[in-house]
């Protein structure tokens, strides 16, 4: 069965999964927290949020909010730790 993009943000949103965002720019960074909401356009706000850059740095963000317009993947990292 397909799933909407939306209805798996809104599991991962219910469920407080760990994600990462890898971002459409030329560093491809990647962002990880944990989805305090969202938007039909996929604007995304993650708390407790850090950027791992290309050089392999840790940033810590704390809350931010991501353009929908701005992300290349999502992913879930909730089963990674388990």
Same mark, same amino acid.
């Given at each position: 069965?397909?799933?909407?993009? &939306?209805?798996?943000? /809104? +599991?991962?949103? =219910?469920? +407080?999964?760990?994600?990462?965002?890898?971002? =459409?720019?030329?560093?491809?960074?990647?962002?990880?927290?944990?989805?305090?909401?969202?938007?039909? /356009?996929?604007? &995304?706000?993650?708390?407790? $949020? /850090?950027?791992?850059?290309?050089?392999?740095?840790?940033?810590?963000?704390?809350?931010?909010?991501?353009?929908?317009?701005?992300? $290349?993947? &999502?992913?879930?990292?909730?089963?990674?730790?388990?």
């Amino acid at each position: 069965m397909i799933s909407q993009p &939306i209805n798996l943000l /809104f +599991r991962f949103f =219910q469920n +407080r999964n760990l994600i990462s965002i890898t971002l =459409q720019n030329a560093k491809l960074n990647t962002i990880i927290g944990i989805i305090l909401g969202f938007d039909e /356009f996929m604007n &995304i706000v993650l708390e407790n $949020a /850090f950027e791992i850059n290309s050089s392999g740095k840790n940033i810590f963000l704390g809350h931010i909010m991501i353009k929908g317009d701005c992300i $290349a993947i &999502i992913s879930d990292l909730s089963k990674l730790s388990g």
